[in-house]
Nanobody, 113 residues
Framework: QLVESGGGLVQPGGSLRLSCAAS????????MAWYRQAPGKQRELVAR???????NYADSVKGRFTISRDNGKNTVNLQMNSLKPEDTAVYSC?????????WGQGTQVTVSS
């Protein structure tokens, strides 16, 4: 249902753009979000966006990351700027509607010099 792309290795201060492609229209999803999980840590919410384009961000990424929905391409994107080593994690896409929820398989983001 959800397939992420765009992860990789980037130097501190660099940028990456993650994309999550849904099989079918994303109009049905009332919430789409990006989560991340670093080794030895719990999964945490990075950013979420509602069907009305309301957004929320973790304090640690505010001002650096931007989440957006592209209804025409059925994708939700995460633009990540000014990346820091502590942003290193597996980033996963999440979507929900009514009582159903979906997860992508995750994509690795590594920030290192």
């Amino acid at each position: 249902q959800l397939v992420e792309s765009g992860g990789g290795l980037v130097q501190p201060g660099g940028s990456l753009r993650l994309s999550c492609a849904a099989s079918g229209s994303i109009f049905r999803f009332n919430v789409m979000a990006w989560y991340r999980q670093a080794p030895g840590k719990q999964r945490e919410l990075v950013a979420r966006i509602t069907s009305g384009d309301s957004t929320n961000y973790a304090d640690s990424v505010k001002g650096r990351f931007t989440i957006s929905r592209d209804n025409g391409k059925n994708t939700v994107n995460l633009q990540m700027n000014s990346l820091k080593p502590e942003d290193t994690a597996v980033y996963s896409c999440y979507a929900s509607y009514v009582s159903s929820s979906y997860w992508g398989q995750g994509t690795q983001v590594t920030v290192s010099s």
